[in-house]
């Protein structure tokens, strides 16, 4: 079965300096990877997606995650973060042979002046 | 707005009453998901429409839920004899998929229906 965990339930972090998401997931097949966003009282928006090919993507927002399938980890990274990211990102799998999505519980970003 | 729409955005109801919401996706998409999200959790999946069929449920979806999409466009998601557990974020989402099948489709999300059960 698959399955994600999200290392860190919230990151806090100041305005201009660099953030990295972990995730981790599980899987015996092949799968898909994403990164969502979740402003207040909103839903889920897709920020990148690993399918296939280049195991470094990236998304919008100035966002990039790298896919390393030994360590089964696909931690999402910016380099300079804004005030505006703050809010919840979650990470998901979707397998090649399921049509759900499997999130982790997320982890809050919360960007201070 | 040409995204998905949920509607109402909020419900409160009593315990013991029946509650249904409306998910009206992206007009040309075939699929449609339903997820719960509880507080401080990741969404977790609950079923999937391709047109009206209903092609998955997740063991979450007790027999007091029951997901119609009656004519493969808009869904409803009823909720009989609420219990306080069942408070939570109702999201919906779509999707196009490719009579080719297989590969990837993009699940776009609604805005959510929040449900207090009090």
């Known amino acids: 079965a698959q399955s994600v965990t999200q290392l860190d339930s919230q990151v806090p972090v100041f305005e201009e300096a660099p953030v990295e998401l972990r995730c981790n997931y599980s899987?015996?097949?092949?799968?898909?990877l994403f990164w969502y966003v979740q402003y207040p009282n909103q839903g889920l928006q897709l920020l990148l997606k690993?399918?296939?090919?280049?195991?470094l993507v990236k998304g919008i927002n100035g966002f990039e995650a790298e896919f390393n399938k030994s360590q089964t980890s696909f931690h999402l990274r910016k380099p300079s973060v804004h005030i505006s990211d703050t809010a919840e990102y979650f990470c998901?799998?979707?397998?090649?042979?399921?049509?759900?999505?499997?999130f982790g519980a997320g982890t809050r970003l919360a960007v201070h002046p | 707005d040409t995204g998905v729409s949920q509607n109402p955005r909020h419900k409160i109801t009593k315990r013991g009453q029946n509650v249904t919401f409306r998910c009206d996706p992206i007009?040309?998409?075939?699929?449609l998901y339903w997820y719960r999200q509880t507080l401080g959790q990741g969404p977790e999946f609950l079923t999937y429409?391709?047109?009206?069929?209903?092609?998955?449920k997740s063991r979450l979806l007790s027999d007091r839920f029951s997901a119609e999409r009656p004519k493969g466009s808009f869904s409803t998601l009823e909720i009989q004899r609420t219990e306080q557990g069942d408070s939570a974020m109702y999201l919906c989402?779509?999707?196009?998929?490719?009579?080719?099948?297989?590969?990837?489709?993009?699940?776009?999300f609604g805005p959510g229906t929040r449900l207090t059960v009090l």
């Open positions: 690993y399918l296939s090919g280049s195991t």
């Open positions: 429409f391709q047109n009206e069929a209903q092609l998955e």
């Open positions: 899987s015996s097949v092949s799968v898909y």
């Open positions: 989402a779509s999707s196009l998929e490719m009579a080719s099948g297989g590969g990837y489709n993009e699940q776009f």
């Open positions: 998901a799998v979707r397998s090649g042979g399921y049509n759900k999505l499997i």
């Open positions: 007009s040309e998409h075939n699929r």
